[in-house]
């Protein structure tokens, strides 16, 4: 029996035939376009459904090369089915530049197998480098083949030390690769497994270890399973291995699960120099800051803050922010304050990180008397005028924020021939009704292009998507290649735009519709949120109730106006209940008024406080995603306001019912393969 590299042999030839099928001439003559978007719907619909024979059938009738090829990529997409080695490859050969072609390629590695594969794995693992651990050995495979003996060792002792992998690709790179492996890769696996708590796999190598790291092992893996005897567990383990940083932190870890947070507080006020995994280290220090803040320990918030180790990354700008801010705000240290915001300011990028570092900076700055660099990090903040901080430093500075008109969206230009596919691709489902699927292709389209993003959000509001145009803005801001304001569209919603209402306002029904769903009237949440302003069908029952409006869910998840004006009546009732404060209704309409109720009794009523202490309020939330909503939904009203009041942004005619599209599905490598 031959062996596979995954462990199972998956190469199947089902498909074949209705590849050919599919690619085979056989369009009627006279074929036109509108015959082309009438196939491509009920192609997307079928495929949807999981009926690949009728999509297969209606590509068929395609015209349109780069349509065929469309279909091409989802059927090879589709974890459903499997095909022959040469069609995924082929696929990522004749077309480099077409989205998601990793995902095609891992199916591609799964498909391989140890016999007779050399010449495609080098030809393609090795022009684009391998994205499993099958492709990893085959690739070493081809490199040993070929005599690149070094490459193929190197290769194989970092996915031995670095990736994932089942059972069988373990036995098969034991067997082949022996003579490559030393015991240092066998205790860096061993570690590795341990950090990313796959007890059965680390079991898998305490053969290869010492009896000191598979003592050491045990005694994590006990830590970690929460078994008793922990502590003899510990005290058999070597005493110059006891230092692990791995084991203290899981000792660490044990302790706060036990309940024991001043232990495990006192680990990580003197932490190993060496975190290994600094992201791990800083989820567990962050809550027990969040928690020490959430009891009125500001003192010893900051104390553990301050020694957060982290370097880069969202842990960093979270970790250095806090550190700062309890500095400035509770410690009564505004130098030290002053020192961690300027660190933040240089170690970030984006339009919110940086207004934030730099309104920050600004406050202490203030607060240590040094009014002239006090206004300088204020004016630097206030350039990012779309963010809460940008405003907030604008208002310090006492002037309005400085926001640029929106961009007019440009007419649609002609573009290179390398994604002229692309582009007809996401243009066809856009007119075929599914322009869901086309948001990969105007992703690619926009990393290709990356010097005319407005056209590529163009494209995206010519189809009635504003969600899809804020989503590519986005990515386009984040690379500084936008300016922010071009991904606050003015949606065209009746109720939105002149909500029915007596408290809820335009700018506020826009910028909460922005942060709920992109103005996505289809949207519907993990928690069963539905609609334009994703709203529950408890709460929209009972404000239909209340308004003696008719109860309809499948309108709340497909009509926009329904789902706007029942939103517009919630949130008259929370501007009521919370005295207009912006502040408390964001909050409420993300965390729900039990909430609200909690926080003003723990961290006292932001609408008795002035506007420093209401920013400290916030920033006391004790939910990062409604801190984040809050401050999100604060700045659109502000950018929206504006916008409106100056007859600016650019409006988008919206889709009003997309029928029953699903987003399409990101494969994901099988178990095994990573």
């Known amino acids: 029996m031959r062996s596979t590299i995954n462990g199972t042999f998956r190469f199947r030839f089902a498909t074949l035939l209705a590849f050919a099928l599919l690619l085979a001439p056989g369009v009627p003559a006279g074929a036109t376009p509108d015959d082309d978007r009438h196939h491509l719907h009920r192609v997307v619909k079928a495929l949807s459904a999981g009926q690949r024979d009728l999509a297969q059938r209606h590509a068929a009738m395609l015209a349109a090369p780069a349509l065929a090829d469309y279909v091409h990529w989802r059927l090879l997409l589709d974890r459903e089915t499997d095909h022959p080695i040469a069609a995924y490859a082929g696929f990522i050969e004749k077309h480099p530049l077409w989205p998601r072609l990793d995902n095609i390629q891992v199916r ?43 490459l193929a060792r190197d290769l194989i002792r970092h996915l031995w030390s670095h990736q994932e992998l089942d059972e069988g690709l373990e036995e098969i790179i034991l067997e082949r690769f022996a003579s490559i492996l030393r015991s240092g890769d066998h205790e860096a696996r ?26 050491l092992a045990e005694a994590r893996l006990d830590l970690q399973g929460m078994r008793p005897g922990v502590d003899g567990s510990i005290n058999r383990v070597p005493r110059d291995l006891r230092d692990d940083p791995g084991l203290t932190f899981d000792r660490m870890r044990w302790r706060r699960r036990k309940g024991r947070d001043a232990d495990a507080r006192e680990i990580l006020l003197d932490p190993p ?24 320990q500001f003192g010893r918030a900051w104390q553990l803050a301050r020694r957060h180790g982290q370097s880069e990354g969202l842990a960093f700008a979270e970790a250095e922010w806090l550190a700062g801010w309890l500095a400035l705000r509770f410690a009564g240290k505004p130098a030290e304050a002053l020192a961690r915001f300027e660190s933040l300011a240089n170690g970030v990028s984006t339009p919110i990180s940086s207004a934030r570092a730099a309104y920050w900076a600004g406050r202490a700055a203030a607060e240590l008397g040094r009014g002239e660099e006090a206004e300088s990090w ?89 969600d899809l145009a804020i989503r590519l803005g986005k990515r386009a801001v984040r690379s500084d290649l936008l300016d922010p304001v071009a991904t606050y569209p003015v949606v065209r919603i009746k109720a939105v735009l002149d909500p029915p209402s007596k408290r809820a306002d ?143 942004g650019w409006y988008i005619e919206p889709v009003i019912d997309r029928g029953p599209m699903i987003p399409l599905p990101v494969p994901k490598a099988r178990p095994g393969t990573t």
């Not at 992201?279 to 959430?294: A, L, P, S, T």
Request: hydrophobic letters at 40%; charged letters at 25%.
């Open 190 to 215: 061993l570690d590795f497994l341990l950090w990313e708590r796959r007890g059965s796999a680390a079991r898998r190598m305490f053969r290869h270890v010492s009896t000191g790291h598979r003592q």
């Open 506 to 648: 335009a700018p506020l029904m826009l910028a909460i519709a922005r942060q709920e769903s992109h103005f996505d009237a289809g949207a519907r949440s993990v928690a069963n949120a539905l609609g334009l302003m994703q709203l529950i069908p408890p709460t929209a029952r009972a404000i239909a109730r209340a308004k003696d409006m008719p109860f309809s869910p499948e309108r709340l998840a497909r009509d926009p106006e329904y789902n706007a004006t029942l939103a517009s009546g919630f949130l008259d009732n929370l501007l009521d209940r919370y005295d207009g404060s912006r502040e408390m209704t964001a909050a409420a309409y993300n965390a729900g008024p039990n909430r609200i109720r909690q926080w003003v009794a723990r961290f006292g009523d932001p609408r008795r406080m002035d506007r420093h202490a209401r920013i400290d309020w916030i920033e006391r939330i004790p939910f990062s995603e409604t801190r984040n909503y809050v401050q999100r939904v604060s700045e659109g009203y502000e950018v929206y306001r504006r916008l409106l009041a100056e007859g600016g």
């Open 273 to 296: 120099d060496d975190l290994v995994d600094p992201g791990v280290w800083w989820n567990e220090r962050k809550y027990q800051i969040r928690e020490m803040i959430d009891d009125g």
């Open 378 to 466: 204020y004016v630097t903040a206030a350039t990012h005028a779309t963010t809460f901080y940008g405003q907030e430093a604008a208002f310090e500075l006492g002037r309005d924020f400085p926001l640029n008109p929106a961009p007019a969206m440009p007419a649609a230009r002609a573009h290179g021939e390398e994604i002229a596919d692309l582009l007809e691709v996401a243009r066809s489902l856009c007119e075929a009704g599914a322009a869901a699927y086309a948001l990969p292709f105007w992703q690619r389209i926009l990393e290709l292009k990356p010097d005319d993003p407005a056209t590529v959000l163009h494209e995206a509001a010519e189809c009635g998507r504003p």
């Open 108 to 150: 591609m590695e799964e498909a391989i197998t140890l016999g007779g594969s050399e010449e495609i794995a080098l030809r393609v693992l090795d022009t684009r480098g391998p994205r499993t651990g099958s492709g990893h050995i085959a690739l070493a495979i081809a490199w040993q083949a070929a005599g690149r003996d070094d």
